[in-house]
Nanobody, 116 residues
Framework: QVQLVESGGGLVQPGGSLRLSCAASGSRSSFNYMGWYRQAPGKQRELVALSTRGGSPNYADSVKGRFTISRDDAKNMVTLQMNSLKPEDTAVYYC??????????WGQGTQITVSS
């Protein structure tokens, strides 16, 4: 059974930085894809960044140049470094993993609030 534990959420001022981490346990074949999605109030969950084992990451246009996803396959961890945060980045961020791009396992979610 795959389990994901997220950490690193919180409140930050516009222009600030935060780092999210997600530790995964379970079958390594479920970790081919590791990524982050977010859901703002009243909106659908959307892709933020997706990392493919051995491939190049994909980013939402809204975060390109500001967010960086990285993974440590030895530790089964994925992180999201978020810089130059904007109020519109406020959302619950979810870590997800999957054997395919349609991620099948999700963390509990962590709140990111960008506000002065």
């Amino acid at each position: 059974q795959v389990q994901l534990v997220e950490s690193g959420g919180g409140l930050v001022q516009p222009g600030g930085s935060l780092r999210l981490s997600c530790a995964a346990s379970g079958s390594r074949s479920s970790f081919n894809y590791m990524g982050w999605y977010r859901q703002a109030p009243g909106k659908q969950r959307e892709l933020v960044a997706l990392s493919t084992r051995g491939g190049s990451p994909n980013y939402a246009d809204s975060v390109k140049g500001r967010f960086t996803i990285s993974r440590d396959d030895a530790k089964n961890m994925v992180t999201l470094q978020m810089n130059s945060l904007k109020p519109e980045d406020t959302a619950v961020y979810y870590c997800g993993v999957g054997a395919i791009a349609a991620l099948g396992y999700w963390g509990q979610g962590t709140q990111i609030t960008v506000s002065s």
